[in-house]
């Protein structure tokens, strides 16, 4: 089991110490975002409903996928370094505080379909007039314009309106997905990237990280649909120079031999990518095809596609008279990449991850054990950390309230009220 993490070592600042961030999403793509800028010490202030009788309020990703005393075990790692408050959006009260958060932030993130915050007051032309250096990266189904914005769009409509459904699976059966959000992560990817950017130009412009802010604000305008699309590969200029609609292709990757997944002698999916011109020699020598090897016609990938067939009834051929583990030691010794098909069991089992430190242990609230994925990408000077798990719903709303300004009976009337 690994060692409890130091709390000393995680109250270091990170690249982006001083950035403000406001939250005002749920679920996936907007909170993975945040998420991942709060790892690397920006200041998140995620906006969630309050609580209402039997309605437990909430970002509803609180209720998702396995629940530990009523909480979902993502919710953990989803919210880690965040500060959680919860506002009434419909009450004014609500908004006026919204209103006064993005005074002071630097960055608004949304995840709402797009009109919502208009009708509320808070949308982009609103925000600006309070704050004009303010960065707002709004993510929506489809986009902020166009025939299709007002639609809601999730991660999985994404990926099939983007064209990844459509070549994902083996072409005998209906198109597959992968059992997790890619959508919403590939969009929150892009969101990262296009807040970072606008926030380079406001600071270019004179905008700063001391709480003087100032600079140029912009709209980073993210669809899910557009993100899933954007990785995408050669498709697009496959079909628009030669009219070729990829399909369904299995395990295998069309026009890259040898990549594919073998069947071991136990049943164990192995993973062999030979695809470089000398690797695929290596790999045949170490499956004891030097034939294959010395094959002119072999030598390189345009001349393997056409024998992709033979290719991998070799490799298959041989795989399937060895173990998983033997596969493996067999194409490291050659110098062939190659792995086992990992479960999360084998990951948490996994040295390679062990020694980058990619499995954190921390604790829940009640003192529970509990495993969070690493923080990444690695920086060498201001790396990211994790400060907390993710907290209760409203754990910091007397926290943040009382940095606004307000005293104890203004929070306690907002609560009284149910503004909070």
Request: hydrophobic share 40%; aromatic share 4%.
């Amino acid at each position: 089991m690994p060692e409890m993490t130091d709390p000393s070592h995680t109250e270091a600042g990170g690249a982006l110490q001083g950035l403000r961030v406001i939250e005002l999403g749920s679920l996936i793509a907007g909170p993975f975002a945040t998420r991942l800028l709060a790892e690397f010490g920006a200041d998140v202030v995620k906006v969630e409903t309050p609580a209402r009788g039997a309605t437990p309020g909430g970002d509803p990703l609180r209720g998702w996928r396995q629940l530990h005393r009523g909480t979902s075990l993502w919710w953990a790692a989803q919210a880690r370094n965040k500060r959680c408050i919860t506002l009434d959006l419909k009450a004014q009260a609500g908004r006026d505080i919204v209103q006064r958060l993005v005074r002071g932030c630097d960055l608004l993130v949304e995840n709402m379909r797009p009109g919502v915050l208009e009708k509320l007051g808070l949308g982009w032309e609103s925000l600006r007039q309070i704050n004009p250096s303010l960065v707002m990266v709004r993510i929506s189904g489809f986009g902020q314009t166009g025939p299709l914005h007002a639609q809601p769009g999730f991660g999985a409509i994404a990926e099939a309106v983007g064209g990844m459904r459509y070549v994902t699976g083996d072409p005998a059966h209906p198109p597959m997905r992968a059992n997790l959000s890619l959508g919403d992560s590939i969009a929150a990817l892009h969101a990262v990237f296009g807040a970072l950017a606008a926030l380079r130009h406001r600071d270019a412009t004179g905008g700063r990280f001391d709480g003087t802010r100032g600079g140029q604000g912009q709209v980073v305008d993210v669809a899910l649909s557009e993100s899933v699309f954007n990785l995408m590969e050669s498709t697009l200029m496959e079909y628009s120079v030669g009219g070729t609609v990829r399909e369904r292709s299995g395990s295998s990757v069309p026009g890259i031999v040898p990549s594919n997944v073998y069947r071991s002698a136990q049943g164990e999916w192995v993973q062999i990518s030979g695809n470089g011109d000398a690797i695929f020699v290596r790999l045949m020598r170490a499956i004891a095809r030097a034939d294959l090897a010395a094959r002119p016609d072999l030598a390189h990938n345009p001349g393997r596609i056409a024998a992709a067939a033979e290719i991998d009834g070799a490799i298959q051929h041989w795989v399937g008279l060895h173990s998983a583990e033997q596969v493996v030691r067999a194409m490291r010794e050659a110098d062939v990449p190659a792995s086992r098909i990992h479960s999360i069991a084998d990951i948490c089992a996994d040295p390679q991850f062990r020694a980058r430190g990619m499995i954190e242990r921390h604790a829940l609230a009640d003192g529970t054990p509990i495993d969070l994925p690493g923080v990444v990408p690695r920086l060498s000077l201001t790396p990211g950390a994790t400060r907390w798990p993710g907290p209760e719903l409203g754990a910091h709303n007397r926290q943040v309230l009382e940095e606004l300004g307000l005293g104890a009976e203004d929070i306690e009337a907002l609560r009284r009220d149910g503004v909070i």
